[in-house]
């Protein structure tokens, strides 16, 4: 196979997983079987490929069956951890979406915490973050929990970039991964707020979403999904309409400006870049009267919520944070 194409808009650089390529990968449970098609080479156009199911765990051990199912059909991998709230909003979307795809897709979760050489590996600095394997060479897709037809918009263009390169497969659950009944699971359903939040984002009306959530919210105050989707969906809301020459711009003029640097560090957290956002916010809050001080602290506080609190990134910047205000 020749090398990948330019990567269409929207899908970011390609990663080097050399070191896990050519490691024996010993048999584990869960992990994917290898392609198995009377007839037909693995990786020819249209090939089938046998897997116990198509959402599957995979670890810096078993990875390699990953790269080599990957010559048969486009494989999503979802790098992701236990703590992370923005984490267990995106993983029904991506159980949902790869679900409807039926095959053309396969779903692969890589647990952070336990995977670290994987996580190096497709430079996951913030999680959720979400890539492609196609042909053994990965793709960095998104990072944060988009909403479900953002999510589709991508899978799309990871399929037209798979066909230029002639990963056309399909992956066909074998009977031991099916229900007694022979159906896959349906995912557990999200309580009433949240999935009233997941239809607004769905149809794009951020305002609703934002509502849902904060009813959510009043109704408990400890529920930390709720949470982390309302500072997730008003980032969102927030980035529609602009244009990062004018945001970059207006900042650059007003370095000042609280508004202004504030835009420039949701660009900055939605493109995966959170440490600029945070020493651009932490830089000018210094400057800042009373009113600019609370608005960056108030966006700094959503912007914890959507990297994760346990994240070592968001730690330092709170610190700093709180020197700033005592």
């Not at 210094?286 to 009113?291: F, K, N, W």
Request: glycine share 8%; net charge negative.
């Amino acid at each position: 196979m020749t090398g990948l194409p330019p990567v269409p808009a929207g899908l970011r650089g390609a990663v080097d997983l050399s070191s896990l390529v050519n490691r024996p990968a010993p048999s584990a449970a869960g992990a994917p079987a290898q392609p198995t098609a009377p007839g037909q080479p693995a990786g020819a156009p249209g090939a089938a490929v046998a897997v116990p199911a198509l959402v599957v765990d995979a670890t810096d051990a078993t990875f390699s069956q990953v790269l080599e199912l990957s010559n048969t059909v486009p494989v999503i991998v979802d790098l992701w951890a236990e703590w992370c709230g923005p984490c267990k909003q995106l993983s029904p979307v991506l159980d949902k979406l790869v679900a409807e795809y039926a095959g053309r897709l396969l779903l692969v979760k890589v647990d952070v915490d336990a995977n670290p050489q994987l996580t190096e590996a497709f430079q996951a600095q913030s999680i959720p973050a979400v890539a492609a394997v196609i042909g053994g060479r990965p793709v960095q897709l998104f990072v944060g929990a988009l909403p479900e037809a953002q999510v589709r918009d991508v899978f799309e263009q990871v399929l037209q970039l798979a066909a230029q390169n002639g990963v056309t497969g399909t992956a066909v659950v074998d009977g031991a991964a099916a229900s007694e009944d022979g159906q896959t699971p349906e995912p557990e359903p999200l309580p009433p707020h949240h999935q009233d939040a997941y239809d607004a984002i769905d149809r794009g009306d951020y305002d609703a979403a934002i509502t849902a959530y904060r009813t959510a919210i009043a109704q408990d105050p400890r529920d930390q999904l709720a949470v982390a989707g309302l500072a997730q969906v008003s980032l969102i809301a927030r980035l529609q309409g602009v244009t990062i020459a004018d945001v970059r711009g207006a900042a650059a003029a007003a370095p000042t400006d609280v508004d202004a640097q504030l835009a420039v560090a949701d660009l900055d957290v939605s493109g995966g870049h959170v440490d600029d956002a945070f020493d651009r916010v932490l830089t000018v809050f210094p400057s800042l009267d009373a009113a600019g001080k609370d608005a960056a602290r108030t966006r700094l506080l959503d912007y914890f919520e959507i990297v994760g609190l346990d994240d070592p990134r968001v730690a330092a910047a709170r610190r700093r944070l709180t020197m700033l205000l005592y």
